[in-house]
């Protein structure tokens, strides 16, 4: 007899990006910065670190509330800290989203979205983006049992009841593809939809655009951010989220105690205030992009515009297996991240790293097309 929850027991599971052991590969798999942060977060550490660790952190992480909350002109009840937004999306998920209730999610997106529903023993409902990583209009509606195409929608299995939707993820820039919705269609399915809408902002910061004015005129949208990955602080897991304060009270609720810890609050409070290293990083990061989605493009790949630090690649017309060119550039050192989504493509999620490891990388790309194996 099996102690698991049948749900439990019968997910996949979410698979993060491949790790290498040391310095073995060039990781430009998942999408981390690859600039080293900024040096007031590291001092923040040293300092707290030389104070001691023997003492819980602030509860709620109030000192980067209060440095956050300046910068996005709100409130730091406005605020809530977690142990990177994948920590922030699971408390949302816990809040909303009971068993057999419904969350809805574009596809291809983050997976995380689909496995977090289903450790809830809810369901989900994935919306098929349309071939030119636009929204169709089912995403802003009540779900019905059997909708059809040309919205490309998962079907349910059974009968949908209208009040079963009760949370939506949307992220903004998407993963894999780093496009980007515009804020006016947000507002419109927001306004449109009966339930709380996430925007997960992850890689907000290379768009230059945020939804954060949103969240100040509708109470029912809010926004996830991390550290890791504008911020270069992936190894610190810090992430927050940005809803109007009675959303607020109730996240905290259902988060953990002390869900971040000491080095993590202050090292996260002095990299968020540290606007000029934010832009300079992210103009650098930005260039290398543009110049990445450009060649892949001359070597025959269709790269949709991305507004993130990663691009996808997808050749169309080709005599090779996405997979075969993942496994060549492993084999010369690079890892990238190949994707395979169910009744949608695969292809390659490539990070944009500095520029000397994005043109090798891009070398090796044009080696393999040119017949290299």
């Not at 910065?33 to 509860?59: C, Q, T, W």
């Not at 949370?167 to 515009?182: A, K």
Request: with cysteine; net charge negative; charged share 25%.
């Amino acid at each position: 007899m099996s102690f698991i929850r049948p749900n439990v027991e019968a997910m996949a599971g979410y698979v993060p990006g491949e790790q290498p052991k040391g310095d073995e590969a060039v990781k430009l798999n998942t999408n981390e910065n690859p600039y080293r942060a900024s040096e007031k977060a590291y001092d923040a550490i040293r300092a707290v670190a030389d104070r001691g660790l023997s003492r819980y952190p602030n509860a709620v992480g109030q000192a980067f509330r209060e440095a956050a909350a300046a910068l996005y002109g709100v409130e730091p009840d406005w605020i809530m800290c977690g142990n990177g937004s994948d920590d922030i999306l699971t408390v949302l998920t816990r809040t909303f989203v009971g068993e057999n209730q419904l969350l809805r999610l574009p596809y291809p997106s983050y997976i995380l979205y689909k496995s977090l529903a289903e450790i809830q023993g809810a369901r989900s409902e994935e919306v098929y983006f349309q071939d030119d990583w636009t929204l169709p209009d089912y995403f802003s509606q009540v779900p019905t049992s059997a909708p059809t195409a040309p919205f490309r929608v998962n079907p349910l299995e059974g009968g949908v009841a209208p009040d079963s939707l009760r949370l939506v993820y949307l992220p903004n820039p998407n993963s894999p593809s780093g496009t980007l919705i515009p804020v006016e269609e947000i507002e419109k399915i927001a306004n449109s939809l009966p339930c709380p809408l996430v925007v997960d902002e992850a890689y907000a910061d290379f768009a230059g655009v945020s939804c954060v004015d949103l969240v100040k005129r509708n109470p029912r949208v809010m926004i996830t951010r991390t550290m890791s990955k504008s911020y270069a602080l992936a190894g610190l897991r810090f992430g927050f989220l940005i809803a109007q304060p009675e959303m607020i009270e109730q996240t905290l609720k259902v988060k953990d105690s002390y869900n971040c810890d000491a080095l993590s609050i202050a090292a996260a409070t002095a990299a968020i205030q540290d606007q000029e290293w934010l832009q300079a990083t992210t103009k650098k990061i930005v260039a290398t992009r543009e110049r990445q989605q450009q060649k892949m493009r001359e070597l025959g790949f269709v790269v949709p515009e991305s507004r993130a630090n990663f691009t996808w690649n997808v050749c169309p017309e080709n005599n090779f297996n996405h997979e075969e060119l993942y496994l060549f550039l492993k084999k010369n050192g690079y890892l990238v991240r190949y994707m395979k989504y169910p009744a949608w493509s695969d292809g390659l999620r490539i990070s944009v790293g500095r520029d000397e490891d994005a043109d090798a990388c891009l070398a090796l790309v044009e080696r393999f097309m040119n017949g290299e194996r």
